[in-house]
């Protein structure tokens, strides 16, 4: 399947970032970090996932972990500067973000937010993110993700 270009994917075009769209099936019924592994035949530990947060301090900010972990809001709290965090609410997903849950990337948000990708990325040549859609990943070195994102790391 070759899929459209997406925001987040002409950014990095523009930004000479190389990367690697891969498609993937998905249902409205499972959105998991679980099936997209499975369906790119990839590891868990490999697929990270986007989520955001608002903090009581300063607000929205973005966390890019591995598939197979949950997010600390303690710990993130800590590394965003804040006192205490929680998850924004799906409402305010696509109008803070312009992505829509499934299809959240750490690239091309509205508004570039404070990051933090958590430091086991740094093990791999390469992870998945998502490419600002359902159904399409992008296949990225951490490194460039890091650079290109501004982002600080998350530690274990």
Request: some cysteine.
């Amino acid at each position: 399947m070759n899929a459209a270009k997406t925001n987040a994917a002409r950014l990095l075009d523009a930004a000479g970032i190389s990367y690697e769209l891969v498609s993937y099936s998905f249902t409205e019924d499972d959105l998991s970090v679980g099936h997209v592994a499975s369906e790119l035949g990839e590891n868990i530990e490999q697929v990270f996932k986007t989520l955001v947060l608002r903090g009581d301090r300063n607000g929205v900010f973005v966390c890019v972990i591995p598939g197979d972990f949950e997010v600390d809001l303690k710990v993130a709290a800590r590394i965003s500067g804040n006192k205490s965090c929680e998850m924004l609410h799906l409402k305010e997903l696509l109008p803070t973000t312009g992505y829509i849950r499934g299809g959240c990337s750490p690239i091309g948000m509205k508004k570039q937010f404070p990051t933090f990708i958590f430091e086991s990325a740094l093990l791999f040549d390469y992870i998945y993110i998502s490419a600002g859609v359902r159904g399409l990943q992008m296949k990225i070195s951490p490194s460039d993700l890091f650079a290109f994102t501004g982002a600080a790391v998350y530690p274990l």
